[in-house]
């Protein structure tokens, strides 16, 4: 199983990235799927969750800014960001959930100048 998220970088507050994860070794359209995010000196938290059937929920403090969506077809999560505040720099986790497993995969780190 292989959980390969890209997209991330230096963007200047008020600016926008998109993130991808992009999965192999597992049946995607089967999983649940969420992005975490990991700042400095912080636990890990979730960003946001899309079910197999493509409901989502946000964390409050990214609601009206970021949205998550899925490509089952290509078995690829996404995580628009757009409004970035320097307080969402962090590293950014795709996981994959399923009631037997979970998976991991490396982060990409986001960093928003102010």
């Known amino acids: 199983v292989q959980l390969q998220a890209s997209g991330g970088g230096l963007v200047q507050a008020g600016g926008s990235l998109r993130l991808s994860c992009a999965a192999s070794?597992?049946?995607?359209?089967?999983?649940?799927m969420a992005w975490y995010r990991q700042a400095p000196g912080k636990q890990r938290e979730l960003v946001a969750h899309i079910t197999s059937g493509g409901t989502t929920n946000y964390a409050d403090s990214v609601k009206g800014r970021f949205t998550i969506s899925r490509d089952n077809a290509k078995s690829t999560l996404f995580l628009q960001m757009s409004g970035l505040k320097p307080e969402d720099t962090a590293v950014y986790y795709c996981?994959?959930?399923?009631?037997?497993?979970?998976?991991w995969g490396q982060g990409t780190l986001v960093t928003v100048s102010s």
């Open positions: 070794g597992i049946i995607f359209r089967r999983y649940d």
């Open positions: 996981k994959a959930i399923s009631a037997l497993l979970d998976y």
